[in-house]
């Protein structure tokens, strides 16, 4: 399928592995030229070299946080108006309610909510004026069906599921599009470590983990990166302009809901 967006340039924010490499792969493979953004370099310029050889995009690496100020400012630099923006950071740690302090909830918004909404600020105005524009937010499953360990998560990501409801309908009329993802169960560093904490809380091995939570999920199994990207670009790509707002499940059936 041809997804008509060959030529563009994205920043794919938190991108050298997991989803948001996923979705900076099949954006690449559409023909996108890219700015792709994690903490830490090595990693991220090896995604970025390998990206580049493999689609014959433009891949720029720019090392940054991107939950600071300063970070966004490297990472816009590198790409003031692009005409795609993904919207990514890693997820809060998991814990229980009486856990966590005014600062842990200052961090989690910074990263999972406050960060997006600067990044969707700096480029919407551009986009706007172009008459095109994706943004697509990587957010969680937990918006829909909340995790109760994730509590801090529930909490950002409630917030800027808010924020998007009403700006995406502000910015629809010039073009722009903006969508949740909202990723389940995903074979990814993230979806290790959460293994790693179900493994020590219960005294079981990994791959009792691992099994545990994948019977969870009607599928069977956790996602993939690649299935997650696809379906990014797809929200990226010119067949998507009447999708506006929604915010779509991947996760294998997970959330037991008719709608
Ligand atoms: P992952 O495999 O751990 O990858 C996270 C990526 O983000 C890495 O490239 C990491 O690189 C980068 N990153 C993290 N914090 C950053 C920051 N502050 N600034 C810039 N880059 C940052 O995680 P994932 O599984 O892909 O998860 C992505 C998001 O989806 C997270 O918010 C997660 O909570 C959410 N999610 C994931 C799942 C799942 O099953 N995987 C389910 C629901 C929700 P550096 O460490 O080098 O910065």
């Known amino acids: 399928m041809d997804l008509g967006i060959k030529g563009k340039t994205a920043i794919v924010c938190a991108a050298s592995k997991g989803l948001g490499r996923g979705c900076a792969e099949a954006l690449a493979e559409a023909g996108v030229d ?60 998991p814990g229980m309610w009486h856990d966590w302090e005014r600062e842990d909830f200052i961090k989690a918004l910074d990263a999972n909510m406050l960060a997006p909404i600067a990044m969707m600020k700096a480029v919407l105005p551009s986009m706007m004026d172009k008459g095109w524009g994706r943004v697509v937010n990587i957010t969680s499953q937990s918006v829909k069906s909340p995790i109760a360990v994730l509590g801090l998560s529930n909490s950002a990501r409630a917030g800027l599921t808010g924020y998007v409801a009403g700006t995406s309908r502000q910015v629809a009329g010039s073009g722009v599009n903006i969508n949740n993802m909202l990723p389940g169960l995903h074979a990814t560093d993230r ?43 797809f929200l990226c790509s010119t067949s998507a302009g009447f999708i506006v707002g929604q915010n779509i499940l991947l996760d294998g059936g997970a959330v037991n809901a008719t709608l």
């Open 34 to 93: 890219l700015v792709i953004n994690a903490r830490s370099a090595g990693p991220l310029e090896e995604t970025a070299r390998e990206i580049a050889a493999k689609y014959g995009v433009k891949v720029t690496a720019v090392a940054a946080d991107i939950s600071t100020e300063e970070g966004r400012a490297a990472v816009l630099a590198a790409m003031p108006n692009p005409d795609i923006l993904v919207n990514n950071a890693g997820g809060p740690p």
């Open 191 to 233: 979806a290790v470590s959460l293994d790693q904490g179900v493994a020590s809380a219960q005294g079981i091995s990994m791959d009792e983990a691992k099994a545990q939570r994948a019977a969870t999920i009607p599928a069977g199994r956790y996602g993939t990166r690649e299935e997650f990207g696809a379906m990014c670009a």
